[in-house]
């Protein structure tokens, strides 16, 4: 048997902090997607955690840690600059048969209403149409007017009002044609 001798763990830095004020012009060429990493999803948790409703409702970093290793596979990260700006959360099913289900689009605080939003969900519908989707629906809470705005926005519209099986209020059902 032949042993292998591994290194001692190496410290990494932490990630220099974004440049919000020289954000580059064109952002949907600068913003590059992938699939998250093991070390993503501690960004991706702790970005769900200190967002709404997960941050209204108490979950933390630990919380979103374990609901997000189950969408995984689902998971687009969006880095710009090598950092972790956002991410959006697609699956091929959902409420809406037949339609894929946009089930997040999370934005870091200091980047919100700057466009990455939009390219969020140019992502989602980008992975929509590579599952062979047609349609794609989400569910938001009717009281989150901006999201509900931008969404509208983007070709979106309510097709049902449902009760959250998670916090028993209501929400919209939305869909668009992709």
Known sequence: ???KQVDAGVEVAPAPILDVAGLPNDLMAAVKFGLPTDEDMTAVADLRAGSEPWKSRGETQEDSLKALTQLKPFIHVAKLQSQLVGYVT???????????????IVVKPELRRKGLGNILLEQALKAARDMYRKTIALRVDPSNSPAVSFYR????????TVVSKKSG????LMSREL
């Open 1 to 3: 048997m032949t042993m």
């Open 90 to 104: 697609v699956e091929r099913d959902g409420p809406v048969p037949g339609a894929a289900y946009l089930r997040n």
């Open 153 to 160: 926005k983007e070709g979106f519209t309510t097709v049902a």
């Open 169 to 172: 209020k209501l929400r919209l």
